[in-house]
Structure formats: structure tokens, C-alpha cells
């Protein structure tokens, strides 16, 4: 089982396996998901085989960065003192235009102006030298 690296009271992803390609790619500002590639049909989250073809065959592939809003939440309450700062803020579920779904913040749009597909597009949050994640904003 793995550890988070703790950062600032947050727990930070452990870069191994998937994860670490998924956020080596994050690092260099381009957003990309794993998808098969025998049936071309996107892993979300990337996984060792797909569930349409049951192919072990993977790929990266970029994404546009833009897509919609497809459901969100807005936390009250802090699940630890590191998130403070941060109350509330938009947590959020982000159809991309090529069909992938992603968990992620929402940021700069007040909250009372959020609407179910809201065209949004990705902008990258550098959280240490060595991880960076991938937030939305209003397009």
C-alpha cells in the first residue's frame, strides 16, 4: 500500500505507476488520458485493461483542456487544517470534449454562478516542483 508525501498538512499523490505518468504529464502542461490502443476508448482513471475491448494495450493521449461542467459540490466543512484556506471552494466533475470525465476544482467563477454545462477549460495549479494538477475555470 502506498503513502501520500505530505506537503503543507496535504497529502500529496504518490508518484508510481499510472499516476506518475498521468501527473508527469500534467507537469508539462498538457493534459492527456490513458485510453486503449486497440479500441481507442478512454481509462478514466487509467487502468492496466479496458473495459470495452478487455485489451491490455495502452496509450497517452492529449486532450483539448476544454469541455463542461458536468456536476459539482461545494465543501463547507475542512477535513483537516490545511484545507482552511481553501473553504469553501467548487469541487467538480469535468466532462472533456473528447468524452473523458475528471474529478477537479472549479475556479474563478463565484459559486451562485456555476451552471450545468458550463463551458470550462483547464489551467495548471504547480503545487510543488514536482506536482502540478490540473483545475478548470469558466472558458
Same mark, same amino acid.
Given at each position: 500500500m502506498s503513502t501520500a508525501v505530505k506537503h503543507d498538512d496535504f497529502q500529496l499523490p504518490v508518484m508510481s505507476g499510472y499516476a506518475k505518468e498521468s501527473y508527469d504529464l500534467c507537469k508539462a502542461h498538457k493534459l492527456s488520458f490513458q485510453r486503449c490502443a486497440k479500441c481507442k476508448t478512454f481509462r478514466q482513471p487509467p487502468r492496466p485493461l479496458c473495459n470495452k475491448c478487455h485489451?491490455?494495450?495502452t496509450e497517452w493521449a492529449p486532450v483539448k483542456g476544454t469541455g463542461k461542467l458536468y456536476a459539482w459540490t461545494i465543501p463547507m466543512n475542512p477535513i483537516g487544517k490545511a484545507w482552511v484556506s481553501y473553504m469553501p471552494y467548487v469541487a467538480a466533475i469535468v466532462e472533456l470534449d473528447e468524452g473523458p470525465r475528471m474529478a477537479t476544482w472549479v475556479t474563478d467563477v463565484p459559486h451562485d454562478? /456555476?451552471? /450545468?454545462?458550463?463551458?470550462v477549460k483547464v489551467w495548471y495549479d504547480d503545487l510543488t516542483s514536482e506536482v502540478t494538477v490540473a483545475k478548470f475555470k469558466p472558458a
Open positions: 485489451s491490455f494495450e454562478q /456555476l451552471k /450545468l454545462n458550463m463551458p
